[in-house]
């Protein structure tokens, strides 16, 4: 616990943890996860002090800035790491063995941190919903009720979704940053809450979207009982709670291989629930669907990462040493995902669902990486590497698809059932287009950087001996290409039912989303080499 | 480093496309189509200029420009011709040209503007460039999966009733096979990493990698399956008929005289050359695949009552050909193959476009419509007769050579194969002949009696397919010089040479591994 408690409490008084000496080179290590722990507190601030009229220009500005300079902080510590074991590590393990801040930390952090900043910009848009965020006027307004007109007639907002955005940053932030388990299990539970109650905020179809947030927040609590009950096994079996102990006691081959297989097992399916991995993806479509789609944008693209960055830190550096009692396990999740994924995906009529089965198959992609060969040579790309790149690209197009979703609307607010979207191609050619080449990039298609993405997972994979995960990944990808191009048909080559589909028009917010998405896209396909580079730079795990 | 003649031969039609769509979009502007006729001149000078400037004597490849591009991935921007690569380059750029012109009015039935037609078309043909220039695994990859995207668009955009059905059956097909592709070209990766050197996409590097007997063989059917769907080959040849039925013409001899190339001009350049021991292992199933995609693709052409899509099923039975000359494995075969794949782009651009001039001026692609039109259009009879006679390789036209060169790889291969490919050239005169007898002759039908003939822009895109055909009939020397070496040079990378023959010849290597 003492861990848990010196990273709680780390501004209490460091001075008391005897063993490392320089306190204050440990605030400024921590330094970007503090500044948004910092913006979500005074978020909070904001909301109970500020006049009502203030509090959405003063929360923007507050989460845009502390993002900014939480990225500014992250690319001063990055700088300033120290090199380990030669370079192929950097970094130090700080607040009593609590948080590693290394190389993969760093670049978790700062890809977090920009889709955020993007992220941000989608929640902040209040143009397309005629001068409203798209959140619930009054959260605890029951659906239906004069309370609720009454909300809506008064202009009001829930402007807490910043700082409740912050909090799930934060958490994100510190989960593949945790060096021990307890810290880890906090973190999902910081990234989590908000998560919950954001997805229930929606201001239109309240009913659905509430129903997600109870789905969301049952399963989840659940998948945490299963990671903390897991964490208890691990404990058990190799007597600590921090990864280095772990690791040795694994390698050494402490008795009670049940405990730990039983951990493993157990913390695996915590883990892969956040990943949206197969069988534990059933709340996805729901949820995804249900929430209001800014959130779905935040929450699918950098849930995933986090959750990407814990399991890759969680099993190569406390259960590394016990990889082939893992293996086997991964194999079947990253085919499972990959199958159930794509062919279910094909029967969707809902675009949202579409993209949430679309995540649960990159997930299975991903996973294809993760089992990949750690480091086949320093030439040639390793999973850690392959498996960030992916999540790089994988975050771009997800929050582009979803931008775009929120700009192509009907009377009834959006559009997502995939009919509406017939004829968009004529009516709207630059939305069309850009979400063509979005859905293109998911399915991979050279020239978008879903192509090089998906490249370099296999090609980590394949090295790593694992073919047969290559070539259910191509099959996968083919069928997956098919419902991906369903809806270019759909836009294109069909003619709009009824009065058709109409794409409003954002304010640069969400402009600038679609944009920087779009950018990102076509730059990470043609040019990826300064990317892959960065995760290359970022070296391996330090523990 | 001298001056980038092929990036400038890829790049000019792919910022033409850019300008055509810039360019103003309104009804009966014929701007649009000026300019990209002009960019297709320029491109075909500069392609002319590539020509003149390689040397048949000179080493396998030449015009090289080679720059690292991710070097993560072991991937090069690397370009280069040798003789296979150079004629369809020249392929391509001839029929550009010649496709725009003789499409000039297409565009204007399409769903979108006239401008993204040819701004689509220019696209398509940069790319193809691209992919015949490529020397580096990883750059010919990309393109390959990116001529997709023009041609679904010039289908689907512009086709006939069911363009949409064909131009994603076109698409699944095609990003199935590069999805497999996909599958191998990962795998050369993770085998060139683990040789000395670390990994690396260019060909010249990886061809001189000795690849373990089992992975090379999975490795050459990922490569293999791409290029057969591509080709077409049977039984992955159905989504033809659908494209070229429901394309314009114009669409259907880009599809089928430059696109499909890709798939034949793979198997010689990736799958012999990088995996010859795999290649060998693979020939009788191959061969065999080859001789009835030939006799199939020919008699479901005698069947047909749809004119492209009998052109369809003749190319299937075209592609029969070449694959097989090409499998056959010694410099006849191979040598005919190269000069097939350049005779059949010319005889089925001229078939596919006279055939659309026909179809155009009547209404309707079903053979039983028509009747006489040799009576009331004496011109487009003609020249349907010629591109008719073409297509069976009669004597005296280009595709004869060729024809002829395969046939007789193919008899010192396997004396079997070969009666078998003869058929095909039996089935061919039945589908042509009937064709022409059904359509062109008799008293004209009523419907068509007020058919005008071809106009002079109609005469003029014809033109230099005919005189091609009629040159190279007679004259074949200077493309098959162009070849020759490139042959050799792949043959002896599969490490087989022609078995002696009856007559003397240069070829001076044992008795071949048949």
């Known amino acids: 616990m003492s861990n848990a408690a010196a990273l709680l409490g780390a501004s209490a008084a460091p001075g008391q943890a005897g063993g490392f000496d320089s306190p204050s080179v440990e605030y400024s290590l921590l330094s970007p996860l503090l500044i948004i722990f910092g913006v979500a507190i005074a978020g909070v601030l904001v909301e109970a002090f500020a006049p009502r009229s203030m509090r959405y220009l003063l929360q923007t500005l507050l989460?845009?800035?502390?993002?900014?300079?939480?990225?500014?902080?992250?690319?001063?510590?990055?700088?300033?790491?120290?090199?380990?074991?030669?370079?192929?590590?950097?970094?130090?393990?700080?607040?009593?063995?609590?948080?590693?801040?290394?190389?993969?930390?760093?670049?978790?952090?700062?890809?977090?941190?920009?889709?955020?900043?993007i992220s941000v910009l989608l929640f902040a848009e209040r143009r397309l919903e005629g001068g409203g965020l798209?959140?619930?006027g009054q959260a605890s307004a029951l659906p239906g009720t004069e309370a609720e007109r009454e909300a809506s007639t008064h202009g009001l907002e829930q402007t807490e979704v910043f700082p409740l955005m912050m909090f799930a940053v934060a958490g994100m932030m510190l989960f593949p940053a945790s060096n021990d388990l307890l810290t880890m299990f906090v973190a999902l539970e910081v990234l989590s809450l908000p998560l919950y109650l954001l997805c229930g905020l929606a201001r239109r179809r309240r009913l659905l979207s509430q129903e997600a947030a109870l789905k969301y927040f049952m399963l989840g609590a659940f998948s945490s009982g299963f990671f903390i009950y897991g964490i208890a096994f691990i404990y058990g079996y190799a007597g600590a709670m921090d990864f280095a102990s772990i690791s040795e006691a694994v390698s050494g081959r402490a008795g009670g291989q049940g405990l730990l297989l039983g951990g493993i097992g157990l913390v695996a399916v915590g883990m892969l629930f956040k990943v949206n991995a197969v069988p534990f993806h059933a709340w996805t479509?729901?949820?995804?669907?249900?929430?209001?789609?800014?959130?779905?944008?935040?929450?699918?693209?950098?849930?995933?990462?986090?959750?990407?960055?814990?399991?890759?830190?969680l099993f190569y550096v406390a259960l590394g040493g016990s990889r082939w009692d893992w293996t086997p396990m991964i194999w079947i999740v990253a085919i499972a995902t990959m199958v159930v994924g794509s062919v279910l995906a094909l029967t969707q009529t809902d675009i949202k669902r579409m993209l949430a089965y679309s995540s649960i198959a990159h997930a299975g992609f991903i996973l294809t990486g993760f089992v990949g060969a750690q480091r086949a040579g320093q030439d040639t790309i390793g999973s850690l590497q392959a498996v960030l790149f992916y999540l790089v690209t994988y975050g771009f197009l997800t929050i582009g698809a979803f931008a775009v979703v929120t700009v192509v609307r009907d009377p009834g607010g959006e559009a997502t059932h995939l009919s509406r979207w017939a004829g968009l191609g004529k009516a709207s050619p630059v939305v069309a287009a850009v979400f063509a080449?979005?859905?293109?990039g998911m399915a991979g298609i050279p020239l978008t950087s879903g192509f090089t993405g998906k490249w370099a997972v296999f090609t980590s994979a394949y090295s790593g001996?694992?073919?047969?995960?290559?070539?259910?990944?191509?099959?996968?990808?083919?069928?997956?290409a098919f419902f991906y191009v369903r809806v270019i048909v759909l836009m294109y080559f069909s003619d709009p039912v009824g009065e058709g589909p109409t794409v409003a028009v954002p304010s640069v917010m969400t402009t600038i989303v679609i944009a920087v998405a779009f950018a990102a896209t076509v730059t990470l396909g043609i040019a990826p080499q300064p990317v892959l580079d960065l995760a290359a730079t970022a070296g391996e795990f330090i523990r | 480093m001298s001056f980038p003649w092929l990036t400038l031969l890829a790049a000019l039609p792919l910022l033409g496309s850019v300008v055509v769509t810039l360019l103003p979009a309104r009804r009966g502007e014929v701007l649009p189509k000026q300019a990209a006729f002009a960019v297709s001149l320029v491109t075909l000078a500069v392609a002319v200029v590539v020509a003149v400037l390689y040397d048949p004597d000179g080493p396998r490849f030449q015009l090289t420009e080679q720059h690292e591009w991710i070097s993560a991935f072991g991937a090069h921007y690397a370009l280069g011709v040798d003789g296979i690569g150079l004629t369809l380059v020249l392929l391509t750029a001839i029929l550009s040209p010649v496709v725009i012109l003789a499409s000039?009015?297409?565009?204007?039935?399409?769903?979108?503007?006239?401008?993204?037609?040819?701004?689509?078309?220019?696209?398509?043909?940069?790319?193809?460039?691209?992919?015949?220039?490529?020397?580096?695994?990883?750059?010919?990859?990309?393109?390959?999966?990116?001529t997709l995207i023009p041609v679904y668009f010039l289908i689907g955009g512009f086709g006939g009733p069911r363009r949409s059905y064909a131009a994603v059956k076109f698409l699944l097909?095609?990003?199935?096979?590069?999805?497999?592709?996909l599958g191998s070209v990962v795998g050369l990766y993770v085998v060139s990493a683990d040789a000395p050197g670390g990994p690396t996409y260019l060909l010249s590097e990886l061809s001189a990698i000795s690849i373990d007997q089992n992975v090379g063989r999975w490795l050459f059917l990922g490569f293999f399956v791409a290029?057969?769907?591509?080709?077409?080959?049977?039984?992955?040849?159905?989504?033809?008929?659908?494209?070229a039925a429901e394309g314009t013409p114009g669409t259907s001899v880009l599809l089928v005289s430059v696109l499909d190339k890709i798939g034949t001009f793979g198997m010689i350049r990736f799958c012999l050359g990088l995996f010859p021991e795999a290649s060998q292992w693979a020939t009788p199933v191959v061969l065999v695949l080859a001789v009835i995609s030939l006799l199939y693709g020919a008699l479901l052409a005698v069947g047909q009552n749809s004119i492209p899509r009998l052109i369809a099923y003749t190319s299937v039975s075209h592609f029969g050909f070449i694959v097989l000359g090409i499998f056959v494995m010694n410099s006849y075969g191979q040598t005919g193959s190269t000069l097939y794949m350049f005779n059949h782009g010319l005889s089925t651009a001229a078939l596919f476009l006279v055939t659309g001039f026909l179809v155009r001026r009547r209404g309707s692609q079903l053979i039983s419509d028509y009747g006489g039109v040799e009576k009331v259009a004496p011109v487009l009879a003609g020249t349907f007769l010629v591109a008719g006679l073409s297509s069976l390789s009669l004597p005296g036209l280009s595709p004869f050579v060729s024809e002829f060169l395969v046939l007789v790889g193919t008899f010192v291969y396997s004396y079997w194969f070969a009666i078998f490919a003869v058929l095909g050239i039996v089935l061919a005169a039945l589908y042509i002949l009937l064709m022409y007898q059904r359509t062109m002759t008799g008293p004209p039908r009523p419907e068509i009696a007020t058919m005008k003939d071809l106009s002079l822009r109609e005469v003029s895109a014809l033109a230099p397919l005919l005189v091609l055909m009629v040159v190279l009939g007679f004259y074949p020397k200077p493309l098959t010089d162009v070849i020759n070496p490139a042959v050799g040079a792949t043959l002896e990378q599969v490490g087989v040479s022609d078995p002696e023959p009856d007559v003397p010849t240069e070829a001076t290597g044992e008795e071949g591994s048949q």
């Open chain 1, 285 to 313: 479509p729901d949820v995804y669907q249900g929430a209001p789609t800014p959130v779905t944008a935040f929450m699918s693209a950098c849930t995933k990462i986090a959750a990407f960055g814990a399991l890759l830190r």
């Open chain 2, 104 to 146: 000039w009015n297409d565009g204007e039935l399409g769903r979108w503007s006239v401008n993204s037609f040819f701004a689509w078309m220019l696209a398509l043909e940069g790319l193809a460039l691209g992919v015949f220039a490529a020397t580096d695994v990883f750059l010919f990859y990309v393109l390959f999966e990116a």
């Open chain 1, 63 to 117: 989460a845009l800035l502390g993002v900014v300079g939480a990225l500014v902080a992250t690319v001063v510590v990055g700088i300033n790491l120290q090199s380990r074991g030669g370079g192929i590590a950097f970094g130090s393990v700080t607040a009593e063995g609590a948080i590693a801040v290394d190389g993969p930390s760093i670049f978790i952090w700062g890809l977090l941190l920009v889709l955020t900043l």
């Open chain 2, 227 to 243: 290029f057969a769907i591509k080709a077409p080959m049977f039984p992955v040849h159905t989504w033809l008929p659908d494209a």
């Open chain 1, 134 to 136: 798209s959140f619930a």
């Open chain 1, 465 to 480: 001996g694992a073919w047969p995960l290559v070539v259910t990944g191509v099959v996968m990808s083919a069928v997956a």
């Open chain 1, 437 to 440: 080449l979005f859905l293109l």
């Open chain 2, 173 to 181: 097909y095609s990003l199935f096979g590069g999805l497999l592709m």
